[in-house]
């Protein structure tokens, strides 16, 4: 008894060898851009504006080899009995990866007079 492959046998195989010898197509790439998101606080409300903003002397930016911008004081409602207010000074800081500019935090009055909010500066 002679044992015969057929042509049917054969074809299959050579095609399913052919597939593996192929190489695999690239992978399929996505950009995602994300956006900063600003910091959620707790709303610092103050029943009465703040004083008027201290003058700075800006002094020269320290040495750094990344780009750093100065962010203006700004007073800081504490509550406290006598003196309510804190003066935070300015400061240098290194500019985040993305960011082009720092919009400073500032006390807006609220609609109808119940307070005065604060909005933190972020980066743009």
Do not use: D, K
Not at 67 to 91: K, L
């Amino acid at each position: 008894m002679r044992s015969s492959v057929s042509a049917c046998m054969v074809l299959p195989a050579l095609v399913a060898l052919a597939a593996c010898s192929s190489p695999p197509p690239p992978p399929q790439t996505t950009q995602v851009i994300v956006q900063p998101q600003p910091e959620v606080a707790m709303a610092t409300i103050a029943p009465m504006p703040p004083p008027p903003p201290h003058s700075e002397l800006v002094p020269p930016p320290p040495p750094s080899g990344e780009p750093m911008v100065w962010q203006p004081g700004h007073w800081q409602y504490t509550g406290a009995a006598g003196n309510p207010w804190y003066w935070r000074e300015g400061r240098y800081v290194t500019v985040p990866t993305g960011a082009s500019a720092w919009v400073p935090g500032v006390w807006q009055q609220q609609v109808g007079g119940s307070g005065w909010l604060w909005v933190a500066g972020h980066w743009a």
